[in-house]
């Protein structure tokens, strides 16, 4: 199984801070070929709402932080001190949610 954040792709491309490095990255081909490819081998991808606060929430606690610049990419939790990298945290909620999702 795979989770993946579902993202405002054009959206996301209206942003001049993030539209060059989305463009470049291919975002949306990759998501067409990940799901080909997912599907090809039998196994299941899961697309969890963009709305859920990934980055913000503590994996560790549920801890929710008010404010998260895009430019921070560490922080600390005020529930349970952990010193949380940004993306490693969004990814570990984003999989948290999924499988959430897929046992419902
Ligand atoms: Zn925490």
Same mark, same amino acid.
């Given at each position: 199984?795979?989770?993946?954040?579902?993202?405002?792709?054009?959206?996301?491309?209206?942003? =001049? %801070?993030?539209?060059?490095?989305? #463009?470049?990255?291919? *975002?949306?081909?990759?998501?067409?070929?990940? &799901?080909?490819?997912? $599907?090809?081998?039998?196994?299941?991808?899961?697309?969890?709402?963009?709305?859920?606060?990934?980055?913000?929430?503590?994996?560790?606690?549920?801890? =929710? %932080?008010?404010?998260?610049?895009? #430019?921070?990419?560490? *922080?600390?939790?005020?529930?349970?001190?952990? &010193?949380?990298?940004? $993306?490693?945290?969004?990814?570990?909620?984003?999989?948290?949610?999924?499988?959430?999702?897929?046992?419902?």
């Amino acid at each position: 199984m795979i989770c993946v954040e579902t993202l405002n792709i054009t959206g996301m491309l209206k942003n =001049k %801070t993030l539209a060059r490095a989305i #463009s470049d990255a291919g *975002w949306g081909e990759f998501l067409r070929q990940l &799901a080909y490819k997912a $599907d090809w081998a039998g196994r299941q991808l899961i697309q969890v709402s963009q709305w859920l606060p990934s980055s913000k929430t503590c994996h560790h606690c549920g801890h =929710k %932080t008010k404010k998260l610049p895009l #430019s921070q990419r560490h *922080w600390h939790c005020n529930g349970c001190g952990q &010193a949380i990298d940004r $993306d490693i945290n969004a990814a570990r909620n984003i999989e948290t949610a999924g499988l959430a999702g897929v046992a419902c």
